[in-house]
C-alpha cells in the first residue's frame, strides 16, 4: 500500500491545499498590494501534523507547491534527535520543541530560505 505520505500528496495534487489538509491551514493574502505603503502579505502554513516522521514527503509537496513562507506545526511527535537531524530543503528551523516525557506533542516553526523567497 502507499505510504501515507504519498496518499497525502496524491490528495493533495487531485484536488486543493485546502481539502487535503482537511482546512487544517491558514494563508494570508492580499488580493492587492498595498502600494501606498508597500505591503504585501505571505503565505503562512498552520497545519497539525500528528506524527511528521511518515510526512516529510508530504510536508515538502505542500511548503515547495505552496510557497509558503512560515509553517508553523504542532503535534510533530519527534524526539530532540529526530528533530536535530531534520532536513526540509529551502527551509530553516527557526523554533523547534520536542516533548521529553511524552511520545505526542512538540512544535517546529519552519522559515523558507532568504534565497528562495
Known sequence: G???????????KTSNIKEATNGRYITLSKKRPDKEHNLEYDRILN??????TNKIDYLDYILNEEKFKIACL?????????LDGLVIPHYDIAIAFARV?????????????????
Open 101 to 117: 516525557n511524552h511520545r505526542h506533542g512538540g512544535c517546529l516553526i519552519l522559515a523558507r530560505e532568504n534565497k528562495m523567497q
Open 47 to 52: 497545519l497539525n501534523v500528528q506524527c511528521l
Open 2 to 12: 502507499a505510504s501515507e505520505s504519498q496518499k497525502l500528496i496524491t490528495d493533495a
Open 74 to 82: 504542532t503535534e510533530t511527535w519527534m524526539t530532540k534527535e529526530q
